[in-house]
């Protein structure tokens, strides 16, 4: 039998009336929590893996078991794919595929986020697939756009995509990227091959695919 998957349960209705404040209090506050010792440790394997062959970056965060980056890998064969999830046991269940062009590390992504904007490393893609929603109103600082890390991850630049099932917090995301000055667009996913594990778990279980896809101007 197929697993099936339950449909985002919230007591938002519509955008947190707080998005704007928060995001801008983060857009003017610089991010200062200290990266962990195992996430430097997994930036180290990056910049070998970029020492010994020079590629343009691809970030898979919130990558879960890594099918995403694998299928990544193909799309931007000339690319270095990197895929991040701070779980062992999801990347532990990575069933391998895709080209030799990717890399998957165990890390919280906002700390390989942060120690790449130190160096001055910039993304061409940035893909966010089906990253915890954080339903309830009170955990909007949890979610990606009202997150202390969000303005890192514009220093990245590139082009951005996000999905999810849940609606609400695709517009979320779109809003906070406007309120940054990057433009872009809210759309339903089309019906292409999945992307993930995820994304097929959530599109047999009936549920409506959202995306927002922009670019993070150059500076």
């Known amino acids: ?61 919130f990558c879960g078991t890594g099918s995403s980056s694998a299928q990544l890998s193909q799309r931007h064969p000339d690319h270095l794919v990197v895929g991040i999830d701070k779980s062992a046991h999801r990347l532990g269940r990575h069933s391998g595929g895709g080209g030799d062009n990717y890399l998957l590390l165990r890390a919280d992504c906002e700390d390989i986020w942060l120690l790449l904007a130190r160096e001055g490393l910039g993304v061409d893609y940035h893909y966010m697939f089906y990253p915890n929603p954080w339903p309830r109103a009170r955990q909007l600082q949890r979610r990606v756009h009202g997150h202390g890390s969000f303005p890192l991850l514009l220093a990245l630049g590139g082009r951005i995509e996000l999905r999810s099932n849940w609606q609400l917090y695709v517009e979320e995301f779109g809003v906070a990227m406007h309120l940054a000055g990057c433009a872009g667009r809210v759309s339903r996913v089309g019906p292409e091959p999945a992307i993930s594990r995820f994304e097929e778990k959530y599109r047999n279980s009936g549920h409506a695919l959202w995306a927002f896809t922009g670019r993070v101007p150059a500076p």
């Open 1 to 61: 039998m197929q697993a099936t998957s339950r449909q985002v349960l919230s007591n938002q209705t519509g955008l947190h009336p707080k998005l704007a404040a928060v995001v801008h209090r983060h857009l003017d506050t610089t991010y200062r929590r200290p990266v962990a010792a195992h996430n430097i440790s997994s930036y180290e394997r990056l910049s070998r893996e970029l020492a010994s062959q020079p590629r343009p970056l691809v970030l898979d965060s």
